[in-house]
């Protein structure tokens, strides 16, 4: 069992930045590709950006690449996702996510473990 705990959100305005923090406990850490995904009220889950277990591979969805940096610590146990330029269209919970493989996954339904999420509003 893992437990992922989302830290960070908060309100800030447009070009704004934001770190977003996971912290995780239960098992081995390092054994884990992790993933941050987002939701907006009435919207589907989507992709947001993934991390290898030993942070050598990362991905992110189009819309916030050049903007958006997923990085690890592997000694804290914890994920982070530096957002800029913040847009009001990056408004959402954002979650965090853990699985134990080292695929890297860009969809929700691979994931085994997933944090109460943390809410991130951007104003225009």
């Known amino acids: 069992q893992v437990q992922l705990v989302e830290s960070g959100g908060g309100l800030v305005q447009a070009g704004g930045s934001l770190r977003l923090s996971c912290a995780a406990s239960g098992r081995t850490f390092n054994n884990y590709a992790m993933g941050w995904f987002r939701q907006a009220p009435g919207k589907e889950r989507e992709f947001v950006a993934a991390i290898s277990w030993s942070g050598g591979i990362t991905y992110y969805a189009d819309s916030v690449k050049g903007r958006f940096t997923i990085s690890r610590d592997n000694a804290k146990n914890t994920v982070y996702l530096q957002m800029n330029s913040l847009k009001p269209e990056d408004t959402a919970v954002y979650y965090c996510?853990?699985?134990?493989?080292?695929?890297?996954?860009?969809?929700?339904?691979?994931?085994?473990?997933w944090g109460q999420g943390t809410q991130v509003t951007v104003s225009s």
């Open positions: 996510a853990a699985v134990n493989t080292i695929v890297v996954l860009t969809t929700p339904i691979g994931y085994k473990y």
